[in-house]
């Protein structure tokens, strides 16, 4: 009973009743409390793994939060910078007139762009070596592909100068690298609606020479997209003088929607619209519904670290009624008692919660170093290209997001605390120094 009255704080056994809310004795009891002692050392324990569950678990969180969201950006930067927002098509079939529908869809309020299109399927090889399935070939204007920036940025310098006349192509590194083909080698396509004989419709086959390569980062393109000056994949295709559609470039992507019916109007009578949520919708409607499951499962961690904060802080109370209940004799209220437990199983949330949010924005900022990393050591190929889409892992944190996983984690320590304090503040001082 000495020992617990000597190691109370002055400012409660002398100014009985007038401590402040967080008051420095507070802070002080608090520190004590977290600090390991010989008999206490359990329950330090059960604090230090709670502190470290939070800050993986905050980690965590932010990891994946950001690799989801910068898959999304890139895949959609990707798409994009290939497909157009809008695509507007003839409901006749091959779109005939499309320099005149060109000129004036490019005139609309909020169009960056509008470039004619033709695209067609085709088998690729190079002498005995195939292409492992088939090839997409897209006739675009020259004086169009400098539309394009997510393909000029990655051609060999002078290739638009000789993307022209009847042989040259531009095709995808990955195809290249398929094919073996180098700049200024041939590639054959063939078309299987080819020309009708009596004897039936043949194949129609060209070897074309290649006059650069380009790459998007994109696995979908760069290994199955050509591009052809547009005379010569009409003449290729046998489209005469159509397109398959027109390519709109909008200023605000997200709002392309409302555009639509001044597209049209553009565009001329029986023609639709199809915009890009209405191609990619499947695929971006997954990635949004795994980044909320793995957000919710990933919670979890932090919850299971909060909870841990609940048995710590029971433990802490347990052991220390006797001090508890000097301190309430000396002067201190029942709100300055819960005040000492709410700060230290608060301080083990702040300070996993920072640690957390420092480990999650150092990984992103290097998490395609550490996958280069983690790959040569373990020997194996970590977030492959081909299964999605991407040539690097991307991370792009979001400041809604990782403020969100802050306050979450905050706010569930938080709520962990309050039932060990309230339990300390009511605890009758009687009953604790029944047994002292």
């Not at 949330?349 to 924005?361: D, Q």
Request: with cysteine; glycine share 8%; hydrophobic share 50%.
């Amino acid at each position: 009973m000495t020992e617990l009255i000597s190691r109370a704080p002055a400012p409660v056994a002398q100014a009985k009743g007038r401590t402040g809310i967080f008051a420095p004795f507070e802070w002080m009891i608090a520190a004590r409390y977290l600090r390991a002692k010989r008999k206490e050392s359990f329950i330090s324990i059960i604090s230090l793994f709670s502190l470290i569950g939070i800050a993986l678990g905050v980690a965590t969180l932010i990891i994946v939060m950001s690799v989801m969201n910068g898959f999304r950006v890139e895949l959609l930067k990707s798409i994009l910078g290939l497909t157009g927002h809008v695509t507007i098509q003839s409901e006749m079939g091959p779109m005939a007139g499309y320099d005149a529908a060109t000129t004036r869809i490019a005139r609309v309020p909020g169009v960056v762009q509008a470039l004619p299109v033709l695209d067609g399927e085709v088998m690729a090889s190079n002498t005995r070596i195939n292409a492992n399935s088939g090839v997409v070939v897209r006739g675009v204007r020259a004086k169009d592909m400098p539309k394009l920036p997510s393909v000029n940025d990655s051609l060999r310098p002078g290739a638009l100068q000789d993307f022209g006349g009847d042989d040259a192509v531009i095709i995808g590194a990955g195809l290249a690298r398929q094919l073996r083909v180098p700049v200024g080698g041939q590639i054959t396509l063939i078309a299987p609606k080819g020309n009708v004989t009596p004897f039936g419709t043949t194949p129609r086959i060209k070897t074309y020479r290649v006059i650069s390569t380009f790459k998007v980062g994109n696995v979908l393109y760069d290994d199955h997209y050509i591009f052809m000056p547009l005379p010569e994949a009409q003449l290729y295709f046998d489209y005469g003088d159509t397109v398959s559609g027109i390519e709109v470039m909008v200023a605000e992507p997200e709002n392309d929607l409302a555009m639509i019916p001044a597209l049209l109007k553009a565009a001329g009578p029986t023609t639709r619209a199809i915009p890009w949520q209405n191609l990619n919708v499947q695929l971006f409607e997954a990635i949004k519904v795994e980044a909320n499951v793995m957000f919710l499962i990933l919670s979890l961690i932090i919850l299971v670290a909060a909870l841990n904060i609940v048995s710590g802080l029971t433990m802490l109370v347990k052991d220390k009624s006797g001090d508890i209940a000097i301190l309430r004799t000396m002067g201190a209220t029942r709100g300055a008692v819960m005040r000492v437990f709410f700060i230290s199983g608060a301080s083990i949330g702040v300070v996993g919660t920072i640690f957390g949010f420092g480990i999650g924005v150092l990984f992103c900022a290097n998490i395609e170093n550490i996958r280069q990393f983690l790959s040569k050591i373990t020997g194996t190929t970590l977030f492959d290209p081909t299964i999605y889409f991407l040539s690097r892992m991307p991370a792009q944190m979001d400041a809604g997001e990782v403020t969100a996983v802050v306050i979450m984690a905050l706010t569930l320590t938080f709520l962990a605390t309050l039932y060990p304090s309230w339990r300390a503040a009511r605890l009758d001082p009687v009953e604790a120094l029944r047994y002292e």
